[in-house]
């Protein structure tokens, strides 16, 4: 643990720009993930959670 550190504090400037340009990466990026927010997608149709969702929704 202490190589660990020791390498990460005396290499500061690489691990910053390591750093900045991975998240400057993710910010280019996050356009492209695909969220679903439909949480019946994720649910099977034979759960109650599921079943109580399309009563409630339906009738």
Same mark, same amino acid.
């Given at each position: 643990?202490?190589?660990?550190? *020791? =390498?990460? =504090?005396?290499?500061?400037? *690489?691990?910053? *720009?390591?750093?900045? =340009?991975a998240a400057?990466?993710?910010?280019?990026?996050?356009n492209?993930?695909? =969220?679903?927010?439909?949480?019946?997608?994720?649910l099977?149709?034979?759960?109650?959670?599921?079943?109580?969702?399309?009563?409630?929704?339906?009738?």
């Amino acid at each position: 643990m202490r190589k660990f550190y *020791t =390498v990460i =504090v005396s290499h500061r400037k *690489t691990v910053m *720009t390591f750093f900045i =340009v991975a998240a400057i990466c993710c910010i280019f990026l996050q356009n492209m993930v695909a =969220v679903n927010y439909d949480m019946n997608d994720y649910l099977p149709e034979v759960s109650f959670s599921w079943q109580f969702l399309w009563i409630t929704l339906f009738f």
